[in-house]
Nanobody, 126 residues
């Protein structure tokens, strides 16, 4: 049974940092493309950062140079380090997993290819 559990969200002031974690179970995370997506109220879910099975990463343009996605295979955990946070980063952040082989760019723009999702963690920047 595949499970993804996110944590690390919360309120933060603009310019601050947060690190989100996604703990996976029920499968070997290293065999999956993992991604962080976010959804603000009334808006569609968008890809923020992805890391494929080979470690290649992709980022939403507005978070490049501020966010970093990484994977710890020994802990089956995927992280999203978020620095220099802005109010427009406020959203529910979701971790997703996909076994589809695709480029990071494809992964960022095709959330429908992610089969497994966590429950989300709220990030609020003021």
């Amino acid at each position: 049974h595949v499970q993804l559990v996110e944590s690390g969200g919360g309120p933060v002031q603009a310019g601050g940092s947060l690190r989100l974690s996604c703990v996976t179970s029920g499968y070997t995370a290293g065999r999956y493309c993992m991604g962080w997506f976010r959804q603000a109220p009334g808006k569609e879910r968008v890809g923020v950062a992805v890391i494929d099975r080979d470690g290649r990463t992709g980022y939403l343009d507005s978070v490049k140079d501020r966010f970093t996605i990484s994977r710890d295979g020994t802990k089956n955990t995927v992280y999203l380090q978020m620095n220099k946070l802005k109010p427009e980063d406020t959203a529910m952040y979701y971790c997703g997993a996909s076994r589809v082989i695709m480029t990071p760019t494809q992964a960022l723009t095709t959330s429908s290819l992610f089969r497994f999702w966590g429950q989300g963690t709220q990030v609020t920047v003021s």
